[in-house]
């Protein structure tokens, strides 16, 4: 694994060579740049999440002529070559395994890669959708690491996750925005820097999905992910929701939408930092003096930024990012995603094992993936949204509560990047009509087997659970908690 320095020499240099992808998206720049770039910010969040991207977003070369004209969707079954199912007997027809590309209607060529894993339950289980963040970062993380039916060995086998989310669900993962993952486009127009491209995008996705299973339209839909895609958990619930009124398309049966560690409320969220840092003692009380006095420059500049700013979401992120990086100078070598660990080999996580694995010629064929190479996390998907990083997503979120779809915000007690405190003051804020009612609503434990897993606070449809021993990847660090809070939330025995 090569060293992730994220300076402009070393990051063309490790390029693989002669690539027109590289070109291409290198010349271009979605978003004008402001005078205040924060590319320290950038810095910090690449440098944890990210495995160096061997380009910077999968543009192909030239036009896609191979279903120029076809169907909008086109999806297999398959089977991984080196599942490991015991005695190898297991079909690819029963294990109802699928991955499929869709051809995003409003883009010159763009296509979106998902994997669709039945339910080893029912299949009139749920229909779950799962978002990774980044912005940039493949769903594949969450399949191998997190909450996919299987695990990765360190021989690049694959064995059964007794707790994957397909045990209570029918599930969704999806590589987007366009550039992430095995989504690719022949067009760098056709990466998205704003949540409408991203909502619009998932919403023509999940109408073509519908279109092409309609034995799962009945079923319950829940929206769920992790991180930045506390933007667009939010944004593409909304869109739905709208969808639904307009009488658009295919009714979709939206029952709720679940954010882990996400970024949704960022002006809120911002502030917390300083007051996590202090709790956690990662930072004295004089340090914390010292920053908190940038908290209410960051407001005032997140509020200029709104929920639609331009220039002025930029001057808010280069600001409030100096809050996060002085409690990084503070705290050193910290894992950001966890503040119990050491960030290992400047990854903080090493997942080479899935870089390996999905870029296996046999797991390549077996998913009709082409020459499209797999990173973790794209940089230019990433910077290409870093307008957007500051916008307010709450306020899509009151006019659905109010119209009885739940949503669920949990987060790992040990996360700081985006922690629990600053989720729980942005949830606590939000008006609508249970807002009294949510506030003051007792804390109870969490249960999973007698055993207390977290504590929780709920109200109506509105739900905030604090897990406890996990950080930012609540699935990957306590896996059957998590699936006892989807199936719990689902059922709507949480709380
Ligand atoms: C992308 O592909 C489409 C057809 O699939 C073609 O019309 C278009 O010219 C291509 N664009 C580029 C930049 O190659
Ligand atoms: C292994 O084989 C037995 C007998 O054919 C079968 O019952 C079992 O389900 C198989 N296990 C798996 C994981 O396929
Ligand atoms: C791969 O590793 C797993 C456990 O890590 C082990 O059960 C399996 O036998 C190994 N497979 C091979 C082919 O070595
Ligand atoms: C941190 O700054 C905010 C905004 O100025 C202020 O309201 C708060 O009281 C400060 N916290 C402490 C503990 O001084
Ligand atoms: C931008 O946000 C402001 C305030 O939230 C709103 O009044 C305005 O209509 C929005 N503009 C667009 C183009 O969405
Ligand atoms: C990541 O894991 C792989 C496989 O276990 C190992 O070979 C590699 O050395 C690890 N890389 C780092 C940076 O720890
Ligand atoms: C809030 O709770 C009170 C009782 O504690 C109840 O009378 C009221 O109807 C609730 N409000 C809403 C909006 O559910």
């Known amino acids: 694994m090569e060293k992730l ?45 990210n495995l160096f991207p061997r380009e910077p977003v999968n543009i192909v070369d030239g036009p896609d002529s191979s279903w120029a004209d076809g169907p909008r969707l086109v999806e297999k079954r398959f089977k991984f070559p080196s599942l490991d199912d015991d005695n190898g007997t297991a079909s690819v027809e029963e294990l109802g395994h699928h991955a499929g590309y869709y051809k995003i209607q409003d883009s010159y060529d763009a296509r979106m890669f998902y994997f669709f894993f039945e339910s080893r339950g029912s299949s009139n289980d749920p229909v779950v959708l799962w978002l990774t963040g980044g912005p940039g970062c493949s769903s594949e993380l969450a399949v191998f690491y997190e909450n996919g039916p299987f695990k990765i060995t360190d021989n690049l086998s694959l064995v059964w996750n007794e707790y994957g989310w397909d045990q209570a669900s029918n599930i969704i993962y999806v590589d987007q925005p366009t550039g992430t993952g095995f989504s690719y486009s022949n067009d760098s127009r056709d990466i998205r ?6 909502s619009n ?25 992790e991180s930045y895609a506390g933007h667009y958990i939010p944004a593409f619930a909304a869109r739905v929701y709208q969808g639904n009124q307009a009488n658009e398309g295919i009714q979709i049966n939206l029952k709720g939408f679940a954010i882990g560690n996400g970024l949704t409320e960022p002006g809120i969220q911002y502030q917390a930092y300083p007051d996590f840092a202090l709790m956690m003692g990662l930072i004295d009380q004089q340090t914390y003096d010292s920053i908190n006095q940038t908290v209410p420059e960051c ?35 910290i894992n950001v995603y966890d503040i119990r660990k050491q960030c290992e080999g400047s990854l903080c996580y090493n997942f080479s094992n899935a870089q390996y694995f999905l870029n296996e010629q046999s797991v390549r064929n077996a998913l009709g993936v082409g020459d499209i190479d797999w990173v973790p996390c794209s940089s230019t998907v990433y910077q290409a949204m870093e307008v957007d990083w500051m916008r307010d997503l709450e306020v899509g979120i009151p006019a659905l509560l109010d119209d009885g779809i739940r949503l669920l915000v949990y987060a790992g007690e040990y996360d700081l990047i985006c922690n629990w405190l600053g989720n729980s003051r942005w949830v606590a804020a939000m008006e609508w009509s249970g807002q009294q009612n949510f506030t003051a609503a007792p804390e109870v434990p969490f249960l999973v087997d007698g055993n207390e897993a977290g504590v929780l606070t709920s109200y109506g449809p509105l739900s905030f659970l604090k897990v406890y021993n996990a950080g930012h990847m609540v699935p990957m660090d306590q896996p059957k908690a998590a699936l006892a809070m989807l199936k719990g939330w689902i059922q709507g025995t949480l709380g």
């Open 193 to 198: 820097d704003t949540e409408v491209g991203v």
């Open 299 to 333: 407001e005032n500049e997140a509020n200029q930024c709104g929920t639609n700013g331009t220039e002025t979401c930029l001057n808010a992120l280069s600001t409030c990012s100096t809050i996060f990086n002085s409690i990084l100078q503070v705290v050193g070598n």
């Open 201 to 225: 995008d998932l919403y023509d996705f999940i109408q073509a999905f519908f279109a092409a299973h309609p034995d799962y339209q009945n079923n319950d839909f829940y929206i769920t992910g």
């Open 5 to 49: 320095v994220f300076l402009p020499t070393l990051f063309f240099l490790l390029q693989s060579p002669l690539s027109t992808a590289r070109l291409l998206s290198s010349g271009v720049h979605p978003v004008p740049w402001g005078p205040k770039r924060p590319s320290s910010q950038a810095e910090a969040l690449i440098r944890a999440l």
